[in-house]
Each structure stands twice: as structure tokens, then as C-alpha cells.
């Protein structure tokens, strides 16, 4: 008798200890007046311009907490840098669930540091929302705690193609492309979309990051004579690329990644000529200087004075505004299974930055549909729909 209610004692212990366990990992990371959020982006490293995205975020949870947070809490921004390095990335991301003890997560620029800490995430269990990366592996198949804010690889690559289908006259399209899964996950479903208008690239070429001269990829697009190229390249190439096509003479029209912004590339080529033929993905409402996106400059440059604003500084606020009608559908009582529940009920949420609403559901991850692109018309950046077709 005295074995067994020692056993029973036992029992009744590990019970307790695991249902313990259990709720403390549902509330880890909440106070009564604190939600611990960890924002990982690449704050140094050659890709540090796309930390943009992770600002534009931090200075909208600064804003969210300045008109008195949410259910009494406010949103406690956790930063680690990911540099853009898968390595790095993953380190940033177990120091945030492990050492900080974060609530959530969300931010991640670069899709091949994202993809790498997947595993680790979707073991831990706990929400994160990705906000800049595109890669369509993130979130495809969908798991029960990742969210993704931003169109993806496969509705930029369907976007990047349909423009440049859209000219009149396009017949031959080459790809001039990085190795990595990131260019991948934007040419491969452009690829996809000519071949289902009958068109297949006349040119398939590799540019890898770190290569600072086009002049072989320049030299063989001439040969090929494309009507339109669709670039999937990082900033610092992409600038590459299209100074030797200048070099060379070559006048062709290049369609690029979200992964670039106008701005930013004509500032690194120096000249309005060398990009007057450039056009990028453009997630938004409105032009950056627009009137529909003063008041997100203003409230980015009210928290961040000195931040010099891009298209990346925009693009993981709409995720931002999604998580926030979340939580506040939670109810003051949140948990981790509360906010994923809540996030699953977002459905056409017109966030006012991004062109296309978010709507997420446990089969279907992937919240932002379609994509606008810019390009410059008469020297001045312009939002358009479709070849010569104002937004």
C-alpha cells in the first residue's frame, strides 16, 4: 500500500510538472504589460540594406506601443543579427527561443537564412511571421506555426513574368540568375508562367553573388537578343549587371526581383540612364513618395530620424498590421495557440501599405497574392499594373 501511493505520488508530480511545463510554454515571453517579440534581419553583412524591412517593422510596434499597446502590453522588440548568413541565422534563432525566451517571432530578410532555422522553429513551436523573405519553402507545405507576410517567390515570379509578357511584341525572354534558392524561388515559377504562354527563354544564365563583372552573361545576352530579361540578382549585382549593359550597348528592358527597389539601385549605378529600362516587383499602394505612404515615412522617420528610407523599408509593416488585429482578437488572456488561432482568422485585410490584403488559413500560409511593379516613367519612379498601365 505504502508502494503504491508512492507511486501514486509520483504520477501525480510528473502530471503536475509537465502540465506545468506546457503552460509556461504557451505564455513564455508574456508579462501583464509586455509581449517579447524576437526580430532577426540581416543588420550587417553586404546584405544589410534589406535590415530596412526589419526597421520599418520595429519603428510600427514603436508606434503601436506609443498609442498605449495592446490589452495593456507592449510589444518588446528583441534584435540579432542574421548578417544573411544561414549559419548565423540559426544561431540568432536559438538564442531568441532559448536564452531571451521570446514569445514569437518575425522579421527574417535573406530566404536562405529563413529556410535554415525552419526546422528549429517548427520544432519549438512557437509563432513566427515572416516578413521580408520570399522563398516559397518557408511556408509550403504549411506548418501549424509559421505565417508568411509578404507575397512570396511563386506570386512574384508569376508577377515578374506576367509584366513582362504584357509589353507588346515579347516573344524571346532570357533569366540571368544567382545558384541559390532565393533567385530560384522567383525564376522558377516565371519559367513556369512563360511556358504556359508558349514562350521559353531563349537564355538561361548564372551570375554568382560576390562577382563583380557581367561582361561573359553581357556578351552572350547580345548574342541571344532577348526582347525583355528577367534578372533574379542581389543589389550589388544587379548594379554590376546593368552598368555593363550599358558598357556594351545593350538597350533591353530588365525585369527584377523584390529583392532590389529603384531607389537603391539607382543610387549604387549613379545614373537615371543606366535604369531607366530597370523595373522591380512593388508590393505597395502607392509610389514611396506617394501620399498613401507619407504617413509610414513619417512615422518610421519619427522613431528612426536618421533612416534613409527605401523600398525595403516598407514592406514587413503590412505583416505588422495583421499581427496587431491579431492580438487584440486574442483578448488580454493570450497564449501562443490563441494568436496562431486568431491569425488563421485574417482573411482580405486591406493593411493600407501593401497593393494586395493578407488572408492566412491552416491551408494556406502563403497571405499576400499578387504584386504591382515599378519601373521609371519620364525619369520618375511609377507603380504600375502592366506595360505602359499606371496602378
Known amino acids: 500500500m505504502k508502494f503504491k501511493l508512492k507511486k501514486l505520488g509520483l504520477l501525480v508530480g510528473l502530471t503536475l510538472a509537465a502540465t506545468g511545463s506546457a503552460a509556461a510554454d504557451e505564455t513564455t515571453g508574456l508579462t501583464d504589460d509586455a509581449i517579447k517579440i524576437g526580430v532577426m534581419g540581416p543588420f550587417s553583412g553586404n546584405a544589410s540594406s534589406y535590415s530596412k524591412a526589419?526597421?520599418?517593422?520595429?519603428?510600427?510596434?514603436?508606434?503601436?506601443?506609443?498609442?498605449?499597446g495592446i490589452h495593456g502590453r507592449k510589444l518588446v522588440a528583441v534584435q540579432e543579427d542574421t548578417a544573411c548568413d544561414p549559419a548565423k541565422a540559426l544561431a540568432a534563432a536559438k538564442k531568441l527561443i532559448y536564452q531571451d525566451e521570446v514569445f514569437m517571432l518575425h522579421g527574417n530578410s535573406c530566404s536562405g537564412a529563413a529556410i535554415a532555422i525552419k526546422p528549429d522553429i517548427v520544432e519549438a513551436g512557437l509563432p513566427w511571421i515572416v516578413a521580408h523573405a520570399?522563398?516559397?519553402?518557408?511556408s509550403?507545405?504549411?506548418?501549424?506555426?509559421i505565417?508568411?507576410?509578404?507575397?512570396?517567390g511563386n506570386t512574384n515570379g508569376e508577377a515578374m513574368a506576367a509584366f513582362v509578357l504584357s509589353k507588346p511584341g515579347t516573344k524571346n525572354v532570357a533569366i540571368v540568375e544567382h545558384s541559390n534558392d532565393w533567385a530560384h524561388s522567383y525564376t522558377n515559377p516565371a519559367r513556369a508562367y512563360l511556358k504556359e504562354n508558349g514562350v521559353e527563354p531563349v537564355a538561361e544564365l548564372v551570375m554568382e553573388r560576390g562577382q563583380t563583372d557581367a561582361t561573359a552573361q553581357v556578351l552572350k545576352l547580345r548574342q541571344a537578343n532577348p526582347d525583355f530579361i528577367i534578372g533574379a540578382l542581389y543589389e550589388a549585382e544587379t548594379a554590376i549587371f546593368l552598368r555593363d549593359m550599358k558598357k556594351y550597348g545593350l538597350d533591353i528592358p530588365v525585369m527584377g526581383t523584390a529583392g532590389t527597389d529603384l531607389e537603391n539601385t539607382l543610387k549604387r549605378v549613379g545614373d537615371?540612364?543606366?535604369?531607366?529600362n530597370y523595373f522591380v516587383l512593388h508590393s505597395y499602394v502607392d509610389n514611396l513618395d506617394g501620399p498613401l505612404l507619407k504617413k509610414w515615412a513619417d512615422m518610421i522617420h519619427k522613431y528612426y530620424p536618421d533612416e534613409a528610407l527605401t523600398n525595403f523599408s516598407y514592406i514587413?509593416?503590412?505583416s505588422g498590421v495583421a499581427l496587431v488585429e491579431a492580438l487584440k482578437a486574442a483578448g488580454p488572456?493570450?497564449?501562443?495557440?490563441?494568436?496562431?488561432?486568431?491569425?488563421?482568422?485574417?482573411?482580405?485585410?486591406?493593411?493600407?501599405?501593401?497593393?494586395?490584403p493578407i488572408t492566412w488559413s491552416p491551408e494556406e500560409r502563403r497571405g499576400v497574392k499578387s504584386s504591382a511593379v515599378a519601373g521609371f516613367v519620364d525619369g520618375e519612379p511609377t507603380v504600375l499594373k502592366a506595360w505602359g498601365t499606371p496602378y
Do not use: C
Open 54 to 68: 526589419e526597421i520599418g517593422l520595429m519603428a510600427y510596434f514603436q508606434m503601436i506601443n506609443d498609442e498605449g
Open 316 to 318: 514587413s509593416i503590412g
Open 134 to 138: 520570399v522563398s516559397d519553402t518557408i
Open 333 to 356: 488572456d493570450l497564449t501562443r495557440a490563441k494568436l496562431i488561432a486568431e491569425l488563421d482568422k485574417i482573411k482580405a485585410l486591406d493593411t493600407g501599405i501593401l497593393s494586395s
Open 272 to 276: 537615371l540612364d543606366t535604369v531607366q
Open 140 to 145: 509550403v507545405p504549411p506548418v501549424k506555426n
Open 147 to 152: 505565417f508568411h507576410g509578404v507575397p512570396t
